[in-house]
């Protein structure tokens, strides 16, 4: 079947492969317990039927105006039929045998909460077609959205010759294949796979020192470690015997996955959060021998690493929506963006944009699938502007050591920005804003007058050290201000040991000097996204031109 409305689309196509499931929604109210057990008993339900799984990935694609093509397991079964029903002039469907029925998941909401998942249908796919493999040896752009059902084992061969831009994991499915430039696990999956993956190494190791006999100097091979580049990404990968990268831990006769015993605690839970998630996908991307791996983190954004220091993106809101659907959209919006040629830190805001504006906008309870002219789901675009993350707080407190300690003590996680702040603009402010969306406290360290005039000159800085700490106060976002002499701020973090260290992502992994002290706590140092263009010394430039 074709897919009509996307012909002269300026967008790249996308092929999709993985487990298409069909979902459905029964809807109603529910305002008492039933007479013969204590459960809901759920009135007037409306019945909602749409795409599913690696479907719902292909059906968001095509809702952005792209050519989209779904390679994923159909049959002959009613619930398979109702599928390409739904999917029919929307996107282009090449289907593999089943073994059985098509899965489908029935969740029961009451007041838009649910209650209740119903699954049925154990259909996997059988194996590959020819119409299949020539479609991935003609495709420019590939997501694989992979639901433990078997589609990209059966296809495995031909990913492995052409890697995907994303892959979308599933605990119950095979790894993805070296190469690809973009993983996107959620955050329990990470966890889960960084420990499969510290029991795949040991393993190895074991193995290894089997074979090898008492005395030799060959040592097991962990995987990333038989080539010196990271597939697709041109940096060198981090090998075993290597120091471990931001958020790793000392080996304990291997990598240690973060979340393991021999960890050191960050102090807020938030911040413990980002550290794990950080060993972790540091640690996938050299097992795995992809380019980066994204850890989707709800509310909170995503976290983005290379295999070593991470780039933190929050989202622009936080919504008490529906969740179900929002990893698809994340995919889906990040595999299209690469495929019109963003970078993948670029592919990353635009995901993390799109997946919150969906959640805002009801998930995907909200889509009704019924005719290509009918109701479509919300793509996502930038997502909606961010509220202030102070709302409602009082003005900052004079002391940032006492507020780092209140905040410590009620078991929250203190945030730490830096810098000179000579000329604030809106870069500055968009990191700060971001950095206090991550905890629950930003204390701005700031260089002294003297600091600024050994690091950028004579002449600088053009507003003193009170001009400044006064207009970061002003705002909002801004918990307290600290002030540091020397030319780095290592002696003032010692002191104030905060959970996360935020740079702002024009600085690359040589620049972050700080994230080896934060380690020393379990605290972690993140790059968060910065506004190019934007710095003091231009708007300085620029001014001098205009005077002239």
Not at 41 to 69: M, S
Not at 142 to 170: C, F, I, K, Q
Not at 239 to 264: N, Q
Not at 280 to 286: E, G, I, T, W
Request: with cysteine; hydrophobic share 40%; proline share 8%.
């Amino acid at each position: 079947m074709t897919a009509h409305g996307t012909h002269g689309s300026a967008k790249a196509p996308l092929v999709v492969v993985g487990d298409a499931l069909l979902d459905r929604d029964l809807t109603g109210h529910a305002d008492r317990l039933a007479p013969d057990a204590p459960v809901p008993v759920v009135d007037d339900c409306e019945e909602r039927v749409r795409p599913g799984g690696a479907a719902l990935a292909a059906y968001l694609a095509a809702a952005d105006g792209r050519p989209v093509t779904l390679i994923t397991g159909l049959g002959d079964d009613p619930a398979s039929g109702r599928l390409r029903e739904l999917l029919d002039g929307r996107v282009e469907v090449i289907a593999l045998p089943l073994t059985g029925p098509l899965s489908e998941k029935t969740r029961v909401l009451a007041r838009g909460r649910p209650v209740v998942r119903l699954d049925r249908g154990d259909g996997r796919v059988r194996a590959a077609t020819d119409a299949a493999r020539a479609a991935l040896r003609a495709a420019p752009a590939v997501l694989v959205s992979d639901y433990g059902r078997g589609a990209a084992d059966a296809l495995r061969d031909e990913l492995t010759a052409r890697p995907p831009l994303v892959w979308d994991p599933h605990p119950r499915g095979g790894p993805p294949v070296p190469g690809t430039r973009l993983v996107t696990p959620a955050r329990s999956e990470a966890q889960a796979f960084a420990h499969r993956a510290e029991a795949d190494e040991a393993s190895r190791a074991r193995s290894g020192a089997d074979a090898s006999s008492p005395g030799s100097d060959v040592d097991a091979v962990s995987p990333g470690s038989d080539a010196d580049a990271t597939p697709g990404t041109g940096k060198p990968s981090v090998g075993a015997a290597r120091e471990p990268a931001a958020g790793a831990v000392a080996p304990r006769g291997g990598r240690v996955a973060a979340g393991d015993a021999g960890e050191p605690a960050a102090h807020g839970s938030r911040g413990h959060e980002l550290y794990a998630a950080a060993g972790q996908a540091a640690a996938l991307v050299r097992h795995w021998r992809v380019g980066a791996v994204s850890v989707t983190l709800g509310v909170r954004g995503a976290l983005l690493s290379y295999g070593d220091h991470p780039l933190l993106v929050p989202a622009p809101a936080a919504h008490d929506g529906d969740p179900c659907g929002a990893g698809d959209r994340f995919a889906a919006t990040a595999a299209g963006l690469l495929a019109d040629g963003a970078l993948v830190g670029e592919a990353l805001q635009g995901a993390v944009a799109a997946a919150t504006a969906f959640v805002g906008a009801g998930g995907a309870a909200a889509i009704t699938a019924t005719a290509p002219g009918g109701t479509r789901p919300a793509p996502g675009g930038t997502g909606t502007p961010p509220a202030p993350a102070d709302a409602g707080r009082d003005a900052p407190d004079d002391d940032p050591f006492a507020v780092a300690a209140r905040v410590r003590a009620a078991g929250g996680t203190v945030v730490a920005a830096g810098g000179c702040f000579d000329l604030l603009h809106a870069g500055h402010v968009g990191l700060l804003q971001a950095a206090r969306r991550i905890g629950d406290c930003l204390v701005v360290c700031v260089n002294s007058d003297a600091s600024v005039r050994r690091r950028k000159g004579e002449g600088r800085p053009v507003n003193p050290l009170a001009d400044r700490v006064r207009v970061l106060r002003a705002l909002g976002c801004v918990d307290a201000v600290a002030v540091f002499d020397e030319d780095t701020p290592e002696r003032l973090l010692a002191e104030l040991r905060p959970d996360v260290w935020v740079k702002g992502g024009d600085y690359t992994g040589a620049d972050l000097p700080e994230a080896a002290q934060l380690r020393q706590w379990g605290g972690q140092a993140v790059l968060l996204p910065y506004l190019d263009g934007r710095s003091s010394t231009a708007l300085i430039a620029r001014a001098a031109e205009g005077a002239r």
